[in-house]
């Protein structure tokens, strides 16, 4: 469809900015061109370095002789970002530089390596585009140049290779531009022709616009010029735009047919490019040293921005260039100012005056009567915007605005309900009498008025807000109701100020919303007394709540110390806001609030009042994307590559962080790249592995952690934007923190065979000793066996033939005793021998020589012996010390039964129950007194080996009845 529109007119609009300057962190106040990169970062070209923005930080890249790896030049004029995500920098100077982001370094894009033939042409880099097969076009002066790159490895000089693209004869300031469907088109702007590539093989262009045969026929203008100062695409919608000296030509891309040309001559003052930006509602957005403007695709209609009232933003005459982002947020770059961020907000919450307002109230034909004070009242005219004094002397303007500021509460045939400062007045109309009722408390010396507000509901109450609690008087039975603050009861109202009060939008006879001085807000139930209290730990922004009004759609909107606050009661969820947002201040004033029957609210504070249609304040639903930003070790900054840096990329590309033992003190920042109000995104993280639940930080954008232990960690963050949509995909980095030398596994590895090394060693040594111990134990056996125990028994025998030869000679008693002490050597020997000896070290063994040793004394003593010992013990082993005193108590014991107990019969009992030994010896033998033999060297001998056995050892004897001994020790 092709159709001509008249000449649009214009208009002016005003517009609120908030500023960004070099006092937050900008290189330079010039800003020439602005970009958002596929990471969501805003990047600003100043004549004085090159900016990259994360919402809270500004981070400048400046050209530096020294470093080969800087920006060319630092003022940057074109900017492009590929499909591959790369950052491709055009300079004023000619220079195009390719920016690394893993090592936030330049690559000078000037020539091939190595081959200065096959260079970039010479010029000012224009603009920047990407065709479908991934080469890059860049328009360098009034020239054309192609770069293929080679796309199998990472870029760098040596892979590009450029081609110089043959243009259309005669083009001088060139204009290029390539569509999403590919198209090529080059603006010869100085002769307004634009030229479309049909054949890239041979390089032929077709005229696709001639704009002087075009105006020729269209045109009434009578001289039109013809230069071409802007292209533009609309890449979701499929339109392609013409921006000329005598209006704008509107295509259908995709079909390159022609479907409006709005005639306006606007855009003849422009240098092109114009620096123009389009928004997602159809909105061309331009600037020029002297203005800003905005263009609507759709109707042709022009509007010139004007300052906001109350704006703080620099002169709008110096916008020098402007940007879309994502989100829709306008930008405008200024001549000197820096940067400007559209503060729509400040556009919907109104803001008029300047002085603290006490009351508001609507009139009868839509005013606003606004009170500054006893004496100083205004009149607001929405309709004009306009805001006047009450006139000071007696007119019946004057009488007729009064007559708001003092409305009875309740309107009755009979008679009216008026509130006063501390009680009730019926004024009965007929009778003209007026009755009076005291409120139910007395006023506080903190306030100067009792009641603070008012409201009536439909079952015929009266509800009072005081500095004392909460009254309500009931008109039927005329009695009075205090609901007051009762300390350790949650269901009582949190707060005796009651300064607001508003009914339930859904339930309006069931639920009364009260405003409580230092309270927060709390929801009554009117049927029980009962309350809900909501304070700053649910959300609220202040726990003063200064006026509360309902919306159409069933939010509650209140008046703070700290801004305003929009509550859903359904899903008993805020949204606040503050001066930055457009309100007066942050602080608002009691009283001051009303509603006006178009559903407007009104709020005033210290420096104003407020109004605004809650349903135009419509929630930033844009995701943000989260980036971590920047890490820091010990509180120091980490750079990327440095020497000894553990980051060999920039950190919101780092996927894994390895760090030694002693950087365990680490931060990291990180940031929702929703710039609409930065300071108002929130944020959780969590460390893995350290962190239990998800941290809500707030609006603190770092975390630190110290001290870490040794190992593998993983840091992850959440954010939203302002307002509280979040970003649920998380963010996140592997972190590794090494051990110390001492903690690593090949330490741990070391040390664990040293160990096992010296316990081995210790357990040969100990073994080899107890070898050669058993060898001396069983060499001192064999030699007293065969030297001593020989001799012994030579002696012995020599004894007792001695004594046979001298049988009646003095000298036989000598050797009677020689042969008695050379016996009992030869068994004491035996027996030392034997316990030396380590085959003897088994209790079989031991058992063994005690069934010896109780035979011999049954052969000899013509005693009956009875034996019952547990085969367990067989296997049980005592050390020779053990064996020793055991055995030598067991032979006392028999050797005494033999030569004292007259006994016929012996009994000895030997068990092994849970690692212990019992043994008991029996006999039916004459007895003994034990206080008599209790001294004897035979049963403190045996008292004391059983002390050595850690056993216990006990005798019973009495005479006649025989002698029973017990033996008792752990094995």
């Known amino acids: 469809m092709h159709y001509t529109d008249v000449a649009a007119q214009t208009a002016s609009k005003p517009f609120a900015f908030n500023a960004l300057t070099i006092n937050d962190g900008l290189s330079q106040g010039m800003v020439v061109r602005m970009f958002q990169d596929r990471y969501g970062f805003m990047w600003f070209a100043t004549l004085d370095g090159l900016n990259r923005y994360d919402g809270y930080k500004f981070t400048v890249y400046r050209h530096d002789p020294q470093q080969k790896t800087s920006i060319t030049k630092s003022y940057v004029q074109s900017f492009f970002e590929d499909s591959q995500g790369r950052l491709w920098l055009g300079t004023i100077s000619g220079g195009l530089d390719l920016f690394d982001r893993e090592t936030e370094t330049f690559i000078h894009v000037n020539q091939q390596e190595g081959n200065p ?55 001088s300031s060139s204009l290029l531009s390539i569509t999403k469907s590919g198209k090529i088109y080059y603006a010869s702007g100085s002769d307004g022709i634009l030229y479309r590539l049909e054949d890239e093989v041979n390089e032929n262009w077709t005229v696709f616009l001639k704009l002087k045969d075009t105006l020729q026929i269209i045109s009434d203008f009578g001289n039109p010029f013809f230069r071409i100062v802007e292209l533009l695409e609309d890449k979701d919608k499929g339109k392609f735009y013409v921006f000329h000296d005598e209006g704008v030509h509107c295509y259908a891309e995709k079909t390159g047919s022609l479907e ?49 009232k109350n704006s703080v933003s620099p002169n709008l005459n110096s916008t020098y260039s402007t940007f879309i982002d ?41 005013k606003i009567i606004v009170g500054n004070g006893m004496v100083v009242r205004e009149l607001f005219d929405r309709s004009t915007g306009t805001l006047k004094v009450f006139p000071k002397e007696k007119s019946k303007e004057l009488n007729y605005l009064e007559s708001f500021l003092s409305l009875p509460i309740v309107t009755g045939n009979h008679g009216d309900w008026f509130a006063e400062r501390d009680k009730l007045r019926y004024h009965d109309k007929l009778s003209k009498q007026n009755t009076y009722y005291d409120l139910p408390v007395a006023n506080s010396s903190e306030y100067t008025e009792l009641i603070q507000c008012k409201l009536t509901d439909s079952s015929g109450h009266i509800w009072l807000g005081t500095a004392r609690g909460l009254i309500r008087f009931s008109l039927a039975k005329k009695q009075w109701t205090l609901y007051n603050n009762r300390s350790g009861d949650p269901a009582s109202i949190s707060s ?31 049927e029980t007394g009962k309350c809900v209290s909501f304070s700053t730990k649910d959300g609220l922004p202040n726990n003063v709540i200064y006026g509360v009004l309902p919306d159409d759609e069933g939010n509650l909107w209140m008046s703070t110390n700290k801004g305003i606050s929009s509550f859903n009661p359904t899903k008993r969820t805020f949204r606040n806001f503050d001066y930055k947002d457009g309100l007066q201040s942050n602080e608002f004033n009691r009283g001051s609030y009303c509603r006006t029957r178009d559903g407007c609210l009104f709020f005033g504070g210290v420096n104003g009042f407020n109004f605004f249609y809650p349903r135009e304040i419509l929630r930033n639903t844009t995701r943000p994307q989260v980036v971590i930003t920047a890490l820091k070790i010990r509180n120091q900054p980490v750079p990327v590559q440095a020497a000894g840096s553990p980051l060999s990329k920039s950190m919101y590309l780092t996927e894994k962080l390895t760090l030694p033992f002693k950087e365990n003190f680490i931060s990291f920042e990180f940031a929702s790249l929703d710039f609409t109000y930065p300071e108002k995104n929130l944020y959780r993280y969590k460390l893995e592995g350290f962190d239990k639940d998800w941290i809500n930080s707030g609006n603190t954008y770092s975390a630190n952690y110290t001290n870490l232990d040794p190992g593998t960690y993983t840091f992850k963050v959440k954010g939203s934007n302002n307002d509280d949509f979040w970003n649920e995909k998380e963010t996140f980095v592997k972190v590794i923190i090494l051990p110390p030398w001492y903690m690593t596994w090949w330490f741990r590895t070391l040390l664990a065979l040293a160990v096992v090394s010296a316990v081995y060693g210790f357990y040969q040594f100990r073994l080899r000793q107890a070898l050669k ?10 030699d007293l066996h065969d030297e001593v125990g020989s001799n012994l028994s030579n002696i012995y025998i020599f004894s007792n033939v001695a004594q046979q030869k001298a049988a009646n000679d003095q000298t036989a008693p000598l050797l009677q005793k020689i042969s008695d002490y050379t016996q009992q050597s030869m068994e004491a020997m035996n027996d030392i021998v034997w316990m030396i000896n380590t085959r003897n070290d088994r209790f079989e063994n031991i058992i063994v020589r005690m069934r010896t040793l109780a035979a011999e004394l049954a052969e000899t003593s013509d005693c009956a012996l009875h034996m019952d010992l547990d085969e367990s013990l067989n296997d049980v082993k005592l050390n020779m010390e053990e064996r020793k005193n055991f ?42 007194d034990l206080a008599k033999t209790s001294t004897g060297n035979g049963l403190f001998n045996m008292k004391k080996r059983a002390e050595l056995l850690n056993g216990t050892f006990t005798v019973d004897s009495k005479l006649g009845q025989g002698t029973t001994l017990q033996l008792s020790f752990k094995v």
């Open 117 to 171: 033939n096959n260079a970039l042409s010479e010029g000012s880099v224009k603009s920047i585009a990407e065709d479908l097969h991934g080469n890059i076009w860049v328009n360098v002066g009034d020239k054309l140049d192609k770069i293929i790159i080679n796309k199998q490895i990472k870029p760098s000089p040596k892979n590009f290779s450029f081609h110089h693209v043959k243009v259309p004869p005669g083009s």
């Open 260 to 308: 409006k040309v709005f005639k306006n001559g606007i855009f003849k003052y422009f240098d092109a490019p114009m620096r123009a930006t389009l928004d997602k509602s159809g909105i061309v957005w331009f600037s020029d040293p002297s203005s800003l403007s905005s263009f609507d695709i759709h109707t042709g209609q022009i509007e010139h921005a004007t300052q906001f």
């Open 326 to 366: 994502r989100s829709g947020l306008l930008w405008i770059g200024t001549a000197g100012y820096g940067i400007l961020k559209r503060n729509t907000r400040s556009e919907l919450f109104h803001h008029t005056g300047n002085s603290s307002n006490y009351s508001i109230k609507e009139i009868t034909d839509g």
């Open 496 to 526: 005796n100020a009651v300064f607001s009060l508003c009914l339930d939008p859904a339930q309006p006879t069931r639920y009364l919303w009260v405003g409580t001085g230092g309270g927060g807000l709390n929801r009554m139930d009117m």
């Open 773 to 782: 111990l058993q060898s001396i134990r069983d060499r001192i056996a064999s």
């Open 887 to 928: 055995y030598l108590i067991y032979k006392e014991a028999i050797n005494n039964l033999a030569k004292y107990a007259g006994c016929k019969n012996v009994w000895v009992n030997m068990r092994l129950h849970h690692n212990n030994v019992t043994l008991i010896i029996r006999d039916n033998g004459k007895g003994f």
